[in-house]
Antibody, heavy 127, light 108 residues
Framework: EVQLVESGGGSVNPGGSLRLSCAAS????????MSWVRQAPGKGLEWVGR??????????DYAAPVNGRFTFSRDDSKNTLYLQMNSLKTEDTAVYYC??????????????????WGQGILVTVSS | EMVMTQSPATLSLSPGERATLSCRAS??????LAWYQQKPGQAPRLLIY???IRATGIPARFSGSGSGTEFTLTISILQSEDFAVYYC??????????FGQGTKVEIK
């Protein structure tokens, strides 16, 4: 069974930093492109970005609102995805989900659409 | 910038009725469109990908159609567990994916 479990959320002042983790199990994490999606309170879903598998270069793509402030990384030895958030703004307040999914090709997941989601973790940016 | 627009914002229906939800893309996304269902306090659940392919375990009462810029999610016979918020998502405009703002299906 695929499991994604986020941790590290909490409250932080504007301008502060926070690091989220997403522990993965039940699939070949090494081969999976991983994504982050967030949802502000009472609002819709917003794609935050992705990190490719190391075999596909390990490169990252970010949504415009977070580009230059957020950094994705992964530790394949720990099956863990990270989201480092710096220079946080009040508008970054949201539940953050890690997610992955198909299409699946040669045992790799390319995170075009999201079949697997974590339970989400709340980040509150407020003074 | 790709914009996904869903309509209506809210759909008020009774169990047993048919629900028709729309999603429009500001430019063609071919068939690279997914639909999700989200209930309060839960993560989204993938319903449809490739515009019309049901995800694993999704009941046949859920169907998707369309291509290019116009898409439809149909729930043929609403069950009590189908009252939720539904989102479309495009994955054609590389490298940035986009969600629609959502349609809430509520009990009339």
């Amino acid at each position: 069974e695929v499991q994604l479990v986020e941790s590290g959320g909490g409250s932080v002042n504007p301008g502060g930093s926070l690091r989220l983790s997403c522990a993965a199990s039940g699939f070949t994490f090494t081969n999976a492109w991983m994504s982050w999606v967030r949802q502000a309170p009472g609002k819709g879903l917003e794609w935050v970005g992705r990190i490719k598998s190391k075999s596909d270069g390990g490169t990252t793509d970010y949504a415009a609102p977070v580009n230059g402030r957020f950094t994705f990384s992964r530790d394949d030895s720990k099956n863990t995805l990270y989201l480092q958030m710096n220079s946080l703004k009040t508008e970054d307040t949201a539940v953050y989900y890690c997610a992955t999914g198909g299409p699946e090709q040669t045992s790799s997941w390319y995170s075009w659409y999201f079949e697997h989601w974590g339970q989400g973790i709340l980040v509150t940016v407020s003074s | 910038e790709m914009v996904m627009t869903q309509s209506p914002a809210t759909l008020s229906l009774s169990p047993g009725e048919r629900a028709t939800l729309s999603c429009r893309a500001s430019q063609s996304v071919s068939s690279n469109l997914a639909w999700y269902q989200q209930k309060p306090g839960q993560a989204p659940r993938l319903l449809i990908y490739g515009a019309s392919i049901r995800a694993t375990g999704i009941p046949a009462r859920f169907s998707g159609s369309g291509s290019g810029t116009e898409f439809t999610l149909t729930i043929s016979i609403l069950q009590s567990e189908d009252f939720a918020v539904y989102y479309c998502q495009q994955y054609n405009n590389w490298p940035r994916w986009t969600f629609g703002q959502g349609t809430k299906v509520e009990i009339k």
